[in-house]
């Protein structure tokens, strides 16, 4: 064995690493969509390595709809503090009362769709010229398909089929006015790869992605976590039970599981062992086969 | 105490990585192929394969349809086949793999080529009863054209065959014969069928003439740790890291990702294109100093001198520096709607720098289904690969493709729609 080795999340995070130069080398005004879950903590991790001992030199955005844990906005905000970084907040509550954005209605409304319209307002209106995102592409069918360097129209709309030829490690990020493009520097990483990193460089993350006790109710054979917001039906009883987050989304489609870990050792031992895909519990995703594809094509993260 | 099995986290945090690629034409089976490594190396899980079963029943096939997995895009799905480059994702307990499954339509060339730029090996498809086609050869040459260091060729569908030894031979002997044209020094011959899962993972009983390892033991045990050049040094410059605050108020750092050789503090080094030379004064991690750095890793390197270095620059070891130059040779896979012609411009970017060029001739033109010469060619069409000569209106620091892939190649971008029209390998 060569004694010049890399193991395979040293490899991914230099080729992270080596991403996020390459957006803060090559566009104007960056910025890192930040959502409060495991992946876009790992990245925000990623980035101060990345240009350590300076600053990030990016805002954070996150796309708020108005219906998050309550956990997840102190972590946001003692993060924001701690890496001495700008926020920007893009509220979906705002699109809607500007009337940008209809609210959905009946029983399994999200605001999850609507994120796209005010990430893309967003957008627009800080004139940002590539977003980088915590996209993996062993989440979902459709991700597998996307490019790192993601070209965006004027309309921030994806074209699947007609895609950049991305080769070695040459990026290629040229783009007309009005364009933009996310980056999606963890593309090639595993669910797993990103635990055991969190694991390896000691990432301190929300309380939620670890066991507590939380009002929950059971629909369409997955449990959510209740919030005053959320309609039920009469069928649906609230119960309490020790859950956690296995992914960290708008909390009207979170699934949340059944779980006793408490660590991360426990986190990895248990998803060593599970077998369902993280993305199992959202609901985001069940609407349709294509569900991401289409929602990708419009703009969505 | 915990209730969980203990997950081996010593030996995960060790595994490396192994970056291969498919090719074949259309239904030799390869998104099957993928299905079945995915699925016999249990790297499926429940709700996908009961959106797999659920797909399936709805498109009124009998068996599960493993390609479903593979085929992401609502027309891809819809047409059954497969259009992009998609990314899949595996680990045994010895390694990691990234699958580029690329498709095998002639007019999505390109894709191909683009799975094979990051490629530690190549599988390529032969279904057993068509034996070594006019897309075998294509997909042998590109491989080797990028350089994949193995290749690992699958003679697929040995179920309809019924196991016969003989057909796996004569395609083994039919395609030993025409690779001694290619450059590509490990090739091994594996009889499989994706859909029983005869040697795919499992060793077949069907095939005890076999005596060869399975697919999954050549991807598990292949040598790898020998892809990079770790031998010239070469250091391309992404960005400067100047923090401007009170702790750091001098530091000034030059970031980039090794992508050659081995630098160490004290290490005489030379910065193109000025040509100064000067010595290495640290090498910058997270919050610590390194002794050495080598590929692939990303690192900042601090020098002894101040010395004026921008995106695009190259630190080399100063006794064994690349190339410099603004004429450039090179293999070129035409990727662009619209014709490469003679005294065409494009813009160029290579490693970190990035300028333009004009095409200044086509040496010939490759026929890739013989690999025969042709002359005399006035433009290039997409998916055609050629010889040509550029010139830049800088020099590029580089060295030829077959010594290192990173500084030698280089992609072409068509001005106005900014595409990625073509792809260089420096000769």
Sequence with gaps: ?301 | MSQFEQFDNKGYLNMDLLRFTTAGSVDDGKSTLIGRLLYDSKSIFEDQLEAVERDSKRRGMDEMNLALLTDGLRDEREQGITIDVAYRYFATPKRKFIIADTPGHIQYTRNMVTGASTANLAIILIDARHGVIEQTFRHSYIASLLRIPHLAVCVNKMDLVNFDEEVFNKIREDYSAFSTKLDVKDIRFVPISALKGDNVVDRSTNMNWYDGPTLMHILENIYIAGDYNYTEGRFPVQTIIRPYNDEYHDYRGYAGRIAGGVFKPGDEVVVLPSGFTTKIKAIDTYKESIPEAFPPQSVTIRLEDEIDISRGGMIAHTENQPQSSQDIEMMICWMGEKPLTVRGKYVVKHTTADCKCMVQSIEYKVDVNTMNHIACVENLKLNDIAKVKIRTTQALHFDSYSKNRITGSLILIEEGSNSTVGVGMII
Excluded at chain 1, 4 to 16: A, I, P, T
Excluded at chain 1, 62 to 87: M, P, Q
Excluded at chain 1, 145 to 152: A, I
Excluded at chain 1, 220 to 239: C, I, N, R, S, Y
């Design chain 1, 1 to 301: 064995m060569s004694k010049y080795h890399l193991n395979h999340l040293k490899e991914l995070e230099s080729e992270s690493i080596y991403i996020m130069r390459e957006v803060a080398a090559q566009f104007e005004n960056p910025c890192l969509l930040f959502s409060g879950g495991k992946d876009s903590i790992v990245m925000v991790h990623l980035a101060k390595k990345a240009f350590w001992p300076a600053r990030i030199p990016f805002p954070l955005v996150h796309i708020d709809t108005g219906h998050n844990f309550e956990e997840t906005l102190t972590y946001r905000d003692s993060l924001v503090e701690e890496i001495g970084a700008k926020l920007v907040i893009g509220s979906v509550q705002e699109s809607i009362n500007k009337g940008k954005a209809t609210e959905e209605k009946g029983i399994n409304a999200s605001r999850n769709k609507l994120q796209t319209g005010t990430l893309l307002d967003t957008i627009e209106a800080h004139k940002f010229d590539a977003a980088l995102g915590g996209g993996r592409r062993d989440e979902e069918k459709a991700r597998a398909k996307e490019r790192f360097f993601s070209h965006r129209d004027e309309f921030g709309q994806w074209d699947p089929k007609n895609q950049r030829p991305e080769l070695w490690n040459i990026f290629n990020g040229k783009k007309n006015i009005g364009e933009h493009f996310r980056v999606f520097p963890i593309s090639n990483w595993t669910e797993m790869d990103v635990w055991q990193y969190i694991y390896q460089e000691q990432i301190a993350l929300p309380s939620l992605y670890f066991t507590h006790e939380r009002d929950v109710f059971e629909r369409d054979g997955m449990w959510l976590a209740h919030a005053p917001f959320m309609q039920l039906k009469p069928t649906e009883k609230v119960e309490k039970k020790r859950i956690r987050c296995r992914t960290i989304g708008d909390i009207t489609c979170t699934g949340v599981t059944f779980s006793e870990a408490s660590s991360l050792e426990d986190i990895i031992n248990e998803i060593a062992s599970t077998r369902v895909t993280e993305r199992g519990g959202r609901a985001d995703d069940k609407r349709s086969e294509a569900a991401m594809e289409d929602r990708k094509k419009e703009g969505y993260f």
